[in-house]
């Protein structure tokens, strides 16, 4: 994907950027292959590969939920920074916390955040079951099996906040019988499904409440 075909993109699911904001992201990737070299973050590393499998699938969040009305968001397991940093430089109006639980990633992360002089953005190196916050928004890009996952998020939400997993293929992890018994104690709100602009993987978006608070 080139940067011409990744605005045409976002254009597609109503994110529209300024050149500040896409001089970020151009920065964002300098900075990402820089430390690369020093630690494992990512094995995509081709400007058009990092562009589409990394940025616009980060921003594709906005499908299921207006992130121009959210607060505070949580990124747990962020890794190499998705999708959280790219929400933060697409829309400033977030409040974004970033877990990662590798202290060297929360290192470069921070080198991040400060030459790209973003503010309200803080990367905590603990692991998700062990931070205590409420958040509006909770998100996680493949990091774990859905169900597992979970047991790390849910209680990072507010009383009306929303989980939203970030998935490739969920056949597996959400049979009947998985959703079932994720449905016992959380509600499966909405499961949004489409494929990846070029190359055509698909993309689960799996928005999840507590279920005593959607009564």
Same mark, same amino acid.
């Given at each position: 994907?080139?940067?011409?075909?990744?605005?045409?993109?976002?254009?597609?699911?109503?994110?529209?950027?300024?050149?500040?904001?896409?001089?970020?992201?151009?920065?964002?990737?300098?900075?990402?292959?820089?430390?690369?070299?020093?630690?494992?973050?990512?094995?995509?590393?081709?400007?058009?590969?990092?562009? +589409? /499998?990394?940025? *616009?699938?980060? #921003?594709?969040?906005?499908? =299921?939920?207006? $992130?121009? &009305?959210?607060? %505070?968001?949580?990124?747990?397991?962020?890794?190499?920074?998705?999708?959280?940093?790219? +929400? /933060?430089?697409? *829309?400033?109006? #977030?409040?974004?916390?970033? =877990?990662?639980? $590798?202290? &060297?990633?929360? %290192?470069?992360?921070?080198?991040?955040?400060?030459?790209?002089?973003?503010?309200?953005?803080?990367?905590?190196?603990?692991?998700?079951?062990?931070?205590?916050?409420?958040?509006?928004?909770?998100?996680?890009?493949?990091?774990?099996?859905?169900?597992?996952?979970?047991?790390?998020?849910?209680?990072?939400?507010?009383?009306?906040?929303?989980?939203?997993?970030?998935?490739?293929?969920?056949?597996?992890?959400?049979?009947?019988?998985?959703?079932?018994?994720?449905?016992?104690?959380?509600?499966?709100?909405?499961?949004?499904?489409?494929?990846?602009?070029?190359?055509?993987?698909?993309?689960?978006?799996?928005?999840?409440?507590?279920?005593?608070?959607?009564?």
């Amino acid at each position: 994907m080139t940067k011409e075909e990744f605005i045409k993109e976002l254009k597609k699911i109503n994110v529209f950027l300024t050149e500040k904001q896409l001089e970020q992201l151009d920065k964002f990737y300098h900075i990402l292959i820089e430390w690369n070299e020093k630690i494992n973050l990512t094995r995509i590393i081709k400007e058009e590969d990092v562009y +589409l /499998k990394h940025f *616009y699938d980060s #921003l594709t969040l906005s499908r =299921i939920v207006d $992130l121009t &009305k959210v607060d %505070t968001l949580c990124d747990v397991g962020t890794g190499a920074g998705f999708p959280g940093i790219v +929400l /933060k430089i697409c *829309y400033p109006n #977030l409040k974004i916390t970033l =877990i990662d639980s $590798l202290n &060297k990633r929360i %290192t470069y992360l921070n080198e991040v955040i400060k030459q790209l002089e973003l503010k309200d953005i803080t990367a905590i190196h603990v692991r998700a079951e062990q931070y205590q916050n409420k958040f509006d928004v909770v998100t996680s890009r493949a990091v774990a099996n859905i169900e597992k996952l979970l047991t790390y998020t849910m209680h990072l939400l507010k009383k009306d906040g929303i989980f939203i997993a970030m998935k490739g293929n969920i056949s597996s992890e959400l049979s009947q019988e998985a959703q079932k018994k994720i449905n016992k104690k959380y509600k499966i709100e909405k499961i949004e499904s489409f494929l990846l602009p070029y190359e055509n993987s698909i993309r689960n978006l799996i928005k999840i409440t507590n279920k005593e608070n959607s009564k």
